[in-house]
């Protein structure tokens, strides 16, 4: 089978099937890459690519020489197939800007501190991060994959502040805060959002501190704005 965007959101759709129905519960190990890729008809490549969505997105784990495991069964707040009444909805939105005012206080610090990393650190991860928004790109309208690019973009300037507290307290954040997350990519929008990744990295590649730092604060600003207003600019 060959690796197309669909061929993609088909195995994405297989794994969220087997978590969501139980054949993979919790605290389960995957089936090996051999078994899953025979049973698929997919190359390794696809597979990994599906299965580092799920990793970023906080639903598997992979761990060095033990293989990938369930840690998470919240594949309907993943897919957004919960419904919410309108006091669910209050609290989602309360929810949802809590972590806004923390990730406006942290983040904004973090791209000061990377900007501050030498020149040959900064480009390692410079070349991530464009990894990141090419996949943001490719994923436009298609709201798992593109989540997860977004979310691993900001781990990797957390992580590239070179301050492990940042980016441990980054990762658990994503971590722990999926439906919240997918609420503000649905008040955002892709393009918005993209955008403003863009603004960000054209800044921490001309060296501009002040300005790197400002357009990540103006990037968290403007889906406090898109919350608290329904405003979707950028």
Same mark, same amino acid.
């Given at each position: 089978?060959?690796?197309?965007?669909? @061929? %993609?959101?088909?195995? $994405?759709?297989?794994?969220?099937?087997?978590?969501?129905?139980?054949?993979?519960? /919790?605290?389960?190990?995957?089936?090996?890459?051999?078994?899953?890729?025979?049973?698929?008809?997919?190359?390794?490549?696809? +597979?990994?690519? /599906?299965?580092? #969505?799920?990793? *970023?997105?906080?639903?598997?784990?992979?761990?060095?020489?033990?293989? %990938?495991?369930?840690?998470?069964?919240?594949?309907?707040?993943?897919?957004?197939?919960?419904?919410?009444?309108?006091?669910?909805?209050?609290?989602?939105?309360?929810?949802?800007?809590?972590?806004?005012? $923390?990730?406006?206080?942290?983040?904004?610090?973090?791209?000061?501190?990377?900007?501050?990393?030498?020149?040959?650190?900064?480009? #390692?991860?410079?070349?991530?991060?464009?990894?990141?928004? *090419?996949?943001?790109?490719?994923? @436009?309208?298609?709201?798992?994959?593109?989540?997860?690019?977004?979310?691993?973009?900001?781990?990797?300037?957390?992580?590239?502040?070179?301050?492990?507290? $940042?980016?441990?307290?980054?990762?658990?954040? $994503?971590?722990? %805060?999926?439906? #919240?997350?997918?609420?503000?990519?649905?008040?955002?929008?892709?393009?918005?959002? +993209?955008?403003?990744?863009?603004?960000?990295?054209?800044?921490?590649?001309?060296?501009?501190?002040?300005?790197?730092?400002?357009?990540?604060?103006?990037?968290?600003?403007?889906?406090?704005?898109?919350?608290?207003?329904?405003?979707? %600019?950028?």
């Amino acid at each position: 089978m060959a690796r197309t965007p669909a @061929v %993609t959101e088909s195995v $994405f759709e297989y794994v969220r099937d087997k978590i969501r129905s139980g054949v993979w519960a /919790v605290g389960d190990k995957l089936p090996s890459e051999n078994t899953l890729t025979g049973e698929l008809n997919i190359s390794r490549s696809t +597979l990994r690519e /599906v299965l580092k #969505q799920y990793i *970023a997105l906080g639903i598997l784990a992979s761990y060095q020489g033990r293989g %990938t495991y369930v840690i998470s069964n919240a594949i309907d707040l993943l897919t957004g197939n919960v419904s919410h009444g309108s006091r669910d909805r209050d609290e989602i939105a309360s929810a949802v800007e809590d972590v806004l005012e $923390f990730r406006l206080l942290v983040e904004p610090r973090c791209v000061a501190m990377f900007m501050e990393r030498e020149e040959l650190i900064r480009r #390692q991860f410079i070349a991530e991060m464009e990894k990141c928004n *090419a996949r943001m790109e490719e994923n @436009v309208g298609k709201a798992n994959p593109f989540i997860a690019a977004d979310i691993a973009f900001h781990i990797l300037i957390a992580e590239g502040s070179g301050n492990r507290v $940042f980016a441990e307290s980054m990762r658990v954040l $994503f971590e722990k %805060t999926l439906l #919240q997350h997918r609420q503000i990519n649905s008040l955002f929008g892709f393009q918005d959002g +993209l955008r403003c990744h863009r603004r960000i990295l054209d800044a921490v590649r001309e060296g501009a501190s002040g300005k790197a730092e400002r357009e990540m604060r103006h990037h968290i600003q403007q889906a406090l704005a898109a919350l608290q207003d329904g405003a979707r %600019t950028c």
